[in-house]
């Protein structure tokens, strides 16, 4: 059994990084093309090449559910084909007992998703991002950070990063008394974080509105708490895909503690979530498939099945995530339902198989 089950795991393997391979090859020629229409200041040709190279890693996490379907279907009908598949049933192993040794399979596939999706992918598609845009505005005199609007308890507060460091350009700062009358309005020419999160607020001037008057003061520094520190600040100007789960669920918990919509980022949280159970379903599903309906045909057609399969469960699952957005269906039923789903039809498909 330890033979079988070794043999099984290392087909599967083999086939699903093949397929991960030629599928980011493909990826990595289309982004590097579509960083062509961004050319210009220091952002050249060698700069989109890398760029399209820093963003594989994320894209691998992305496209590991597919990449693990056609894979497995590409290995285990390779088996079937060579009558393997057969002899294993004739020496009495059940399509059971074969089931939950390609779901090991899909362990290991997890495991190499967990650390692509986790700790390098996010953090190197953040660098190239940043690598990019410095390259484009940094001859320009254009602040390449995006305004950015964000709330810490009875403060809110509109600033624009003009560095990958936690340096800003003007901040204003609005105040809010907890029946929600303004309280204050503060503006800062500079601003920043130091070492011990606090925030130095350069050229400072406030206005307070009090209950018979209206009263101003300036400084040239200010030094002020929030509970906003650094990395929390940082969440704030990154995209969702290249957050890691942590910094996921940090931001959400930001968001719901400010009572700010926080319905994407629980979208992107769950998805990632689930979709390590897609992973693990793939083998299954192949295995289902190649006993079944494409135990007799050739290769090529099981690899074109497989890409349809994974392309319709990739759009119904973004189609699945933009309704639950727009009508504001609860994130965990929206990120859940393309899982589930494929965890139903992948059970009828087995216990059919089962019962035959």
Do not use: H
Not at 60 to 89: D, R
Not at 305 to 324: K, R
């Amino acid at each position: 059994m330890n033979i079988l089950l070794k043999y099984l795991i290392g087909s599967i393997l083999k086939g699903t990084f093949l397929v991960l391979l030629i599928l980011l090859s493909i990826t990595a020629l289309y982004e590097f093309i579509s960083q062509l229409g961004n050319l210009e200041a220091n952002f050249g040709v060698l700069q989109a090449f890398l760029f399209a190279i820093l963003r594989l890693p994320q894209l691998s996490f992305e496209m590991l559910p597919i990449a693990t379907l056609i894979g497995s279907l590409f290995s285990l009908g390779q088996l079937a084909s060579k009558s393997e598949l057969i002899i294993i049933q004739t020496a009495g192993i059940s399509i059971d007992q074969i089931a939950k040794m390609v779901c090991v399979s899909g362990l290991f596939i997890v495991l190499f998703a967990i650390l692509m999706g986790e700790f390098v992918g996010p953090s190197m598609d953040y660098y190239a991002r940043n690598m990019r845009d410095e390259a484009r505005y940094s001859n320009t005199g254009v602040d390449f950070g995006n305004a950015v609007w964000i709330k810490d308890d009875q403060a809110i507060m509109r600033l624009e990063r003009v560095n990958t460091d936690y340096d800003f350009g003007s901040i204003y700062i609005y105040r809010f008394n907890p029946d929600g009358s303004l309280m204050s309005i503060a503006v800062a020419e500079n601003s920043g974080i130091d070492r011990n999160e606090d925030w130095v607020l350069n050229d400072f001037r406030e206005t307070r509105f009090e209950q018979d008057r209206v009263v101003t003061s300036s400084s040239e520094v200010v030094n002020e708490t929030f509970d906003l520190n650094s990395d929390l600040l940082g969440v704030t100007l990154v995209k969702p895909i290249s957050l890691s789960v942590r910094e996921l669920i940090g931001y959400v918990d930001y968001l719901k503690k400010n009572e700010l919509f926080s319905s994407r980022y629980e979208i992107e949280l769950w998805s990632r979530i689930s979709a390590i159970l897609t992973i693990l379903l793939m083998p299954i599903l192949a295995l289902a498939f190649v006993f079944g309906s494409l135990r007799e045909v050739g290769s090529g057609a099981r690899l074109v099945f497989g890409l349809v399969v994974g392309l319709v469960y990739f759009l119904m699952s973004e189609l699945i995530f933009n309704y639950g957005q727009v009508y504001n269906i609860n994130p965990i039923i929206t990120a859940w339902i393309p899982p589930i789903l494929l965890t139903i039809y992948t059970g009828f498909r087995l216990s059919n198989l089962s019962r035959n």
